[in-house]
């Protein structure tokens, strides 16, 4: 069965960081890219970064460039989104997603995600 798992998610003040977490199972990680989508209330999915699980080759969205770092632990399967210097409007739940393969120009379409977690709500408080 496949499954990808979040965790990490919480509360926290503008300026503080968190790292999410999303373990996967159930296929063969190396052979995906893993991406982070988030998603507040009344807004549509919004890509965050993606990352390729073999070669560690990342991507990032303007709007968290700079802030957020996106890496994963293959002898874990799992990957990771350590999100520095936030702020309000990153508030939303953060889902991660695999897609097979190495990700190129779609990898901001949540459509070309084979696989999603159940979502970890991220709160920053101003």
């Known amino acids: 069965e496949v499954q990808l798992v979040e965790s990490g998610g919480g509360l926290v003040q503008t300026g503080g960081s968190l790292r999410l977490s999303c373990v996967a199972s159930g296929f063969n990680f190396d052979d995906y890219a893993i991406g982070w989508f988030r998603q507040a209330p009344g807004k549509k999915r919004e890509e965050v970064a993606c990352?390729?699980?073999?070669?560690?080759?990342?991507v990032y969205a303007d709007s968290v460039k700079g802030r957020f770092t996106i890496f994963v632990d293959n002898a874990k399967n799992t990957a990771y989104l350590q999100m520095n210097s936030l702020k309000p409007d990153d508030t939303a739940v953060y889902y991660c997603a695999a897609g097979l393969g190495t990700f190129g120009s779609s990898w901001y379409q949540w459509t070309w995600y084979d696989y999603w977690g159940q979502g970890t709500q991220v709160t920053v408080s101003s």
């Open positions: 990352i390729s699980a073999w070669d560690g080759r990342a």
